[in-house]
């Protein structure tokens, strides 16, 4: 069964030529183009869409506001697809709910490959954003997570997903197994009601925290 996709963006030749792009693959299906984030959201509402690609600046209603209501109103996973890589977007798009965050002059197979890995629960995020993240969370800023909520070690897991470290590397840093900082990262994720690690590295930054149902 095909992905069913909608695209939202003010630039007609850029939601068209993504149209004509997904349409020429049978694992997707373009239910709806629209130009602006209002017209999305409504969309949404009302039809199944598996992903919605929001472009960030539109009309009426700007792609952050719309997957925020697209996240929390329906069962669309919003993927953010846009020119900008301003840092400020980029952490409000993943506070307001995105699965992903591509610039638009990703290749063809790298957007195909986000719808997929988006629709199959996955989270994308371009190297720009990890990137971004690790520069706001220096080593030595304190956690915006509320006092109490995680013990010294499970903020220190926070701080190192944050700066980009992938599991087997915390584990060397910490002498620890592997296996054993998948268990923290599991609790960290119970306490905090959290999904996955970028949402993670985003609350250890601000202290907000965004849970899909």
């Known amino acids: 069964m095909p992905i ?38 409504e969309y949404c509402n ?19 506001q719309a997957a925020r209501e697209i996240s929390a109103g329906t069962e669309t996973k919003p993927l953010i697809l846009t020119t900008f890589d301003d840092d400020d977007f980029i952490l409000n798009a993943v506070k307001n709910g995105a699965k992903g965050y591509l610039l638009k002059g990703s290749s063809t197979s790298r957007i195909m490959d986000a719808i997929r890995i988006v629709h199959e629960g996955g989270t994308v995020m371009q190297d720009v954003v990890m990137d971004i993240i690790k520069e706001e969370l220096s080593s030595d800023r304190k956690s915006s997570i509320p006092e109490g909520l995680l013990t010294d070690r499970e903020l220190e897991i926070c701080r190192l997903i944050a700066n980009g470290l992938s599991n087997k590397e915390i584990a060397g840093r910490l002498f620890m197994s592997e296996g054993t900082i998948k268990n923290y990262i599991s ?10 690690r970028t949402q993670v590295a985003i609350y250890y930054l601000t202290g907000e925290k965004r849970r899909e149902d």
Do not use: S
Not at 19 to 27: A, E, F, G, V
Not at 187 to 196: A, N, Q, S, V, Y
């Open 46 to 64: 009302r039809q199944a869409v598996d992903v919605a690609l929001l472009d960030v600046r539109m009309p009426v209603l700007d792609g952050l």
């Open 187 to 196: 609790t960290i994720l119970d306490k905090t009601g959290l999904e996955h």
């Open 4 to 41: 069913k996709v909608l695209i939202a963006d003010d630039d007609a030749l850029i939601r068209e030529g993504m149209n004509i792009i997904l349409q020429t693959d049978d694992r997707f299906e373009v239910v709806a183009c629209v130009d602006n984030g209002l017209k999305a959201v």
